[in-house]
């Protein structure tokens, strides 16, 4: 099996397709590299594709204490990834946790970045959203801890922003929830507690964010409720981003509507890649509704 190694010494498993400019997949807490398969298939067409398992996901390695993991580690394991690789600059593409740590690697590594897809990014980043988001974390982690990934599977595969997936394709779903049950009890209560419990929210990196130069696709579900408004406060902040919106879709993007994702995709890089992607015209953010002035 093929790995790198981060700072740390933690060895994180990847795998890879394809040839070209490279694409790096930086999964969501309840997935691993596989629920990126549709992207997989399809970009290893024209581009070195490299998916990989975030530290705590089998089988990369399971550190046994909470603080081995972080934001900061999670944004850092990119770049063991890129460097483990010999990749100078790729593009980056994360979902929901994944989404944070490839913002996060944006703003602190740009020039290692040639554009960063943001998707299902915003759960606990709205101000009056922390404290409840924190309860609930803890007590999902809590509750892996003690009845193990199975039983938390059953709940968490269920939740208000997964049931779309259900509904669409139950052939799908059901794959997605199996394979969220093989996780590490102990590698994903450590995630929870240590990444996701302990994140900044995305309204505090205000400043960072309004100097972000790379090419940013932010893309969101439009019954992700809870990325929602996230979606559009990062569209407004950061000068060079896009945003879409699929239509009646949740929180696993890529893995519900494949189709739409990947095209969303390919625009984006097809733009970056020619050079015709631009930051936003400053004309565009009056407060004029009608006129210049």
Known sequence: MSHVTTDDGVALYYESAGSGTPIVFVHEFAGDLRSYEPQMRHFAHRYRCIAYNARGYPPSDVPPTVDSYSQDRARD???????????ERAHIVGISMGGFA???????YPQRALSLVVAGCGY???????????????????KIAREGMVAAAQDYALGPTRVQYQNKDPRGWAEFKAQLEEHDAVGSANTMRGVQARRPSLYDLRDRLEQLEVPTLVINGDEDEPCLDPTLYLKRTVRSSVAVLLPRTGHALNLEEPGMFNAALDDFFHQVESGRFALRDPRSQSRSILSTR
């Open 124 to 142: 606990g980043a709205e101000p009056d959203k922390r404290d409840q988001f924190r309860r609930e974390v803890e007590a999902t982690a809590d």
């Open 102 to 108: 490839t913002l996060h690697f944006g703003l602190q």
């Open 77 to 87: 394991d990119i770049l063991a990834v890129l460097d483990g690789l010999g990749i």
